[in-house]
């Protein structure tokens, strides 16, 4: 197991080669109980960057929406969120609530969206093995499989 200073050293590394690329996106991937929130929140702490729990943010917001608003109006909700930010990098935790099956999206093509303006580092409860990243296992509503994603990968075991 790789020790907390040492994957905050690892993601460190990795941020100021995502500033030229298409998406500024970074995942720390992990199982549940991996030890991802404490090594965003040390990230945060150290650089003085806004976390920011996905899952609480935009519940508030769709709370005031009809369900078929809400996956109509989802992302554009998280881009506000993330916009609201002054930094030029936000870190994004607990982001369960992007797989909920009514909400219609594609988790990673959105978070990739989003990376395009500001730099993205966020939690992925799940693995990345072999170039493959999964969410959730085979059969389950909300599982996901992508096969070698564009995107910077921490993995947290």
Not at 110 to 118: E, H, I, V
Not at 127 to 148: C, F, K, N, Q, W
Request: glycine share 6%; proline share 8%; with cysteine.
């Amino acid at each position: 197991m790789t020790s907390l200073p040492a994957l905050v050293e690892q993601i460190e590394d990795i941020v100021p080669t995502l500033r030229g690329q298409y998406h500024r996106l970074l995942l720390v991937a992990g199982p549940v109980g991996s030890g991802k929130t404490p090594l965003l929140k040390a990230l945060c702490q150290k650089h003085d960057l806004p976390y920011l729990n996905v899952n609480l943010a935009l519940s508030r917001r769709l709370l005031e929406l009809t369900d078929r608003e809400r996956p109509l109006r989802i992302r554009r909700l998280l881009a506000d969120v993330i916009d609201e930010q002054p930094a030029d990098s936000v870190v994004l935790d607990n982001i369960e609530l992007l797989f909920d099956p009514s909400l219609h999206q594609d988790p990673l093509v959105c978070l990739q969206g989003l990376s395009r303006n500001k730099t993205l580092i966020a939690a992925w409860g799940g693995d990345y093995i072999s170039g493959v990243l999964t969410y959730a296992e085979p059969g389950h509503p909300e599982y996901r499989r992508y096969e070698r994603p564009e995107v910077a990968v921490v993995t947290v075991s």
